[in-house]
T-cell receptor, first 115, second 114 residues
């Protein structure tokens, strides 16, 4: 089956630094979603991407849908302590009308921010 | 306000004692999913309902069952929990469309098996 590889697996950064993480696949996806998960909570949707090459921002977060459709990138600018958490990418391939489309999740990037 | 609500937030059960987790949604979404997430891992899809149609993942154990009595509610039943079933269980919903479909998660139920 498809696998989504996220890198880095974890990162320690200082408050104020910019962060970049990416997600790559051996298969083509038609939708990319980025989620953040805090400890003991469910994933919260950050950004959704629907077109190859699309660049979308949500506050300090910017994500891009790779041209090849096999990758996506998430950038966080000027990180703050509340950015701590696990970031998951998730990809979806088109499915037939009348069926639910299922997400393939990445392996996650654990972000820790130090003061 | 929470749109996908899971109860309880924490559930402790005994080995082999049936347990039911619940999920409700105010989004009127036609698809509801149940995921299992173990520590430091990505969520793993167990099954989903597309309207009333139940769709099981091939590798979901028979020990896991689900019910969806109406659009708003969905239940996860674990018939005989084992120690390996201790995990966070996440409910998610979406509205199935051809484009721009998004998945929204609840806060999860953390299940402990003693």
């Amino acid at each position: 089956g498809q696998q989504l590889n996220q890198s880095p697996q974890s990162m320690f950064i200082q408050e104020g630094e910019d962060v970049s993480m990416n997600c790559t696949s051996s298969s083509i996806f038609n939708t990319w979603l980025w989620y953040k998960q805090d400890p003991g909570e469910g994933p919260v949707l950050l950004i959704a991407l629907y077109k190859a090459g699309e660049l979308t921002s949500n506050g300090r977060l910017t994500a891009q849908f790779g041209i090849t459709r096999k990758d996506s990138f998430l950038n966080i600018s000027a990180s703050i302590p509340s950015d701590v958490g696990i970031y998951f990418c998730a990809g979806r391939q088109n499915t037939e009308t009348g069926t639910a489309s299922k997400l393939t999740f990445g392996t996650g990037t654990r972000l820790q921010v130090t003061l | 306000d929470a749109m996908v609500i899971q109860n309880p937030r924490y559930q402790v059960t005994q080995f082999g004692k049936p347990v039911t987790l619940s999920c409700s949604q105010t989004l009127n979404h036609n698809v509801m999913y149940w995921y299992q997430q173990k520590s430091s891992q990505a969520p793993k899809l167990l099954f989903h309902y597309y309207d009333k149609d139940f769709n099981n993942e091939a590798d979901t154990p028979d020990n896991f069952q689900s019910r969806r009595p109406n659009t708003s509610f969905c239940f996860l039943d674990i018939r005989s929990p084992g120690l390996g079933d201790a995990a966070m269980y996440l409910c998610a919903t979406s509205r199935r469309t051809a484009t721009n479909e998004k998945l929204f998660f609840g806060s999860g139920t953390q299940l402990s098996v003693l």
